[in-house]
């Protein structure tokens, strides 16, 4: 058995691009990542507070946090966490 990530909540920090739909966009090429929801909190002159919340089966953080640096974006938090147990075949 192996634990994968299903459900991921962030709290982001990000610049004013990539937009939020190429953000979305981004997130959701990366494998295991089903689906993505970005919700603005606040934004300021330079800056977007963006909670994100990624569903599916298999969420790889390393992978999600990699795309979120390079997009120039910090995760400040991790909000919520739901994991299950998977059968590898």
Not at 22 to 48: H, K, Y
Not at 51 to 76: Q, R
Request: aromatic share 2%; proline share 2%; net charge negative.
């Amino acid at each position: 058995m192996r634990i994968g990530i299903k459900r991921l909540v962030l709290d982001v920090l990000k610049s004013h691009e990539p937009s939020l739909p190429e953000l979305a966009t981004r997130l959701n090429d990366i494998d295991g990542v089903e689906e993505v929801n970005i919700s603005l909190v606040e934004i300021d002159q330079n800056t977007e507070s963006v909670k994100i919340t990624l569903e599916g089966e298999d969420i790889d953080f390393d992978k999600v946090s990699k795309c979120l640096i390079d997009n120039g974006a910090v995760i400040h938090s991790v909000d919520e966490v739901a994991a299950c147990k998977k059968a590898i075949h």
